[in-house]
């Protein structure tokens, strides 16, 4: 999966925190990152959050997310090398300054950079990707991949055994099949349901007409289509 870098100015100001939790939330849904989206939406706002509190609401300012190795990246860019973040104690009264306080509890590491006309805060988080352009490993996704390369080499066998019992073992084994490839379109970024609908609509139209689902806990007769 390619996950190529993105910048995007914007303005310090509360209102666009919002705008860029979500902007967040949408390319990390694209890369297939829903596991630390959370954490990501997390550290841009303390970060947006910093710049409007220490340096000033209104002020020019970057936002850029990038891969480092497997961990993600988020860097904020701003235009003042005099305000630097500070972490506090957890345990300080004051209110301000707890913003690094959460990201560095967060993310795996954070830093800053200075410019002669320029600072970049940053953070990284761990994805739990084994390559960059990998994918977040779960079991349904490596039986996903694993029945994509056999689809690749063999044919599909039959239904095992010819009675009731062996197509009710054929019916679960088929449902596990299909539940694991939608771990797998997950895990890249696919929209699930959007593939569901599109999978209705070709079998319905490659068949008489729609699925006739069979009872619950009961396969189909021998007769039945």
């Given at each position: ?12 100001e509360p209102e666009e925190v919002g705008a860029l939790r979500r902007l967040m939330r ?102 739990g990707l084994a390559s960059p352009d990998g994918h977040v490993e779960g079991p349904g ?85």
């Open positions: 999966m390619s996950r190529k870098p993105w910048d995007l100015d914007f303005t310090a949408l390319h990390l849904g694209v890369w297939g990152l829903h596991e630390v989206t959370d954490a990501a939406q997390l550290c841009v706002s303390e970060l947006v959050s910093n710049i409007i509190t220490h340096v000033g609401t209104g002020t020019p300012a970057t936002l850029a997310v990038s891969m480092n190795g497997v961990h993600l990246r988020i860097e904020v860019h701003d235009p003042d090398t005099r305000a630097l973040p500070t972490l506090l104690d957890a345990n300080v009264d004051s209110e301000g300054g707890r913003g690094m306080a959460l990201v560095d509890a967060i993310a795996e590491r954070w830093g800053v950079e200075l410019s002669p006309d320029r600072k970049v805060t940053w953070c990284e988080l761990a994805t996704v490596r039986r996903a991949e694993a029945l994509l390369a056999w689809c690749a080499e063999a044919k599909p066998p039959g239904l095992p055994g010819a009675g009731r019992l062996g197509r009710a073992v054929a019916e679960e084994s088929v449902i596990t099949v299909i539940t694991d490839f939608l771990h797998w379109l997950r895990a890249h970024g696919c929209d699930v349901e959007d593939a569901l609908d599109r999978a209705q609509t070709r079998y319905d139209s490659e068949s008489d007409g729609p699925a006739t689902a069979c009872p619950a806990g009961r396969a189909p007769d021998a007769g039945t289509p």
